[in-house]
């Protein structure tokens, strides 16, 4: 497995914005399916968005909790996975996490990646 990691999380007012970005070393990202998922105190760790392999449809799935303020994305050249934060709220305060696996259709669901960053904390507050 290539390694993964977080970066950019951070604090940030709510209604503000953060980009966080997910080095993917020895990826052609591309191939991979790729999302973000986050876990905050006491809950169980959920996805976020995700971005399916390129000859999947490279298809783009969100949380409805996300939906219409966070966008994932990808840049090959970069080996670089990036989650657009807009609009935050404090209820988004969270480990984020990227996730991957080779090829597959979009999911949410954690059970479906199999390599896993080490996470970058986000905190927002009012």
């Known amino acids: 497995q290539a390694p993964l990691v977080e970066s950019g999380g951070g604090s940030v007012q709510a209604g503000g914005s953060l980009t966080l970005s997910c080095a993917a070393s020895?990826?052609?990202?591309?191939?991979?399916?790729m999302g973000w998922f986050r876990q905050a105190p006491g809950k169980e760790r959920e996805g976020v968005a995700s971005?399916?392999?390129?000859?999947?449809?490279?298809?783009?799935i969100y949380a409805d909790s996300v939906k219409g303020r966070f966008t994932i994305s990808r840049d090959g050249a970069k080996r670089m996975l990036y989650l657009q934060m807009d609009s935050v709220k404090p209820e988004d305060t969270a480990m984020y996490y990227c996730?991957?696996?080779?090829?597959?259709?979009?999911?949410?669901?954690?059970?479906?990646?199999?390599?896993w960053g080490q996470g970058t904390q986000v905190t927002v507050s009012s």
């Open positions: 020895g990826y052609t990202v591309s191939w991979y399916l």
């Open positions: 971005i399916s392999a390129v000859r999947e449809g490279a298809n783009e």
């Open positions: 996730a991957t696996k080779f090829g597959g259709r979009a999911t949410l669901r954690e059970s479906e990646y199999d390599n």
